[in-house]
């Protein structure tokens, strides 16, 4: 099972890669928090069409549900903003779940809960080694070039490395 905060969403979304989700790991949950972030809320990019999120929702892959721990999400919620705190709490309440989120802070508030995860970089790499994308680079440079993605260049040129596309 995977959930998801707003961002490997809505980079996917930018630069087209949103049904590598579904490819990678057929249904995805997403708390309600996430949701309105992603489909009410202006995305940091115009390219991140809330469409692409209405047809997973549609199709059944993409799967809006509520944390049931609101302690935790309140706890949470001091240090995180609504949509991590509650993606993270979804992700402890189902214990072999890997979670999906790029921003650092909560990140690290989710390996202390012992929450396997991953980010957008992940889902890429993830997809090249399985045959979905021929290359990542392009698909990185889009994301820091035109939708403002905050990628150290040594983080830039690691990936690269394990995706095998730096000469």
Known sequence: MVVSDASPLICLSAIRQFNLLRLLYGEVLIPAAVWQEITHIPAFSPAASPQVAEDASAA???QITTAS????VTQL???????????IALAVEHA????????RDGGQVARTLNVPLTGTLGVLLRAKALGHIPAIKPLLTELVEQHHFRLHPDLLHRVL???GEVP
């Not at 072999?96 to 921003?103: A, P, Q, T, V």
Request: proline share 7%; aromatic share 4%; hydrophobic share 45%.
């Open 69 to 72: 721990n609101r302690p935790l």
């Open 96 to 103: 072999s779940s890997l979670l999906l989120i790029d921003e």
């Open 77 to 87: 919620e001091t240090l995180l903003d609504p949509g991590e705190a509650e993606a």
């Open 60 to 62: 059944g892959w993409l």
């Open 161 to 163: 490395a394990e995706a």
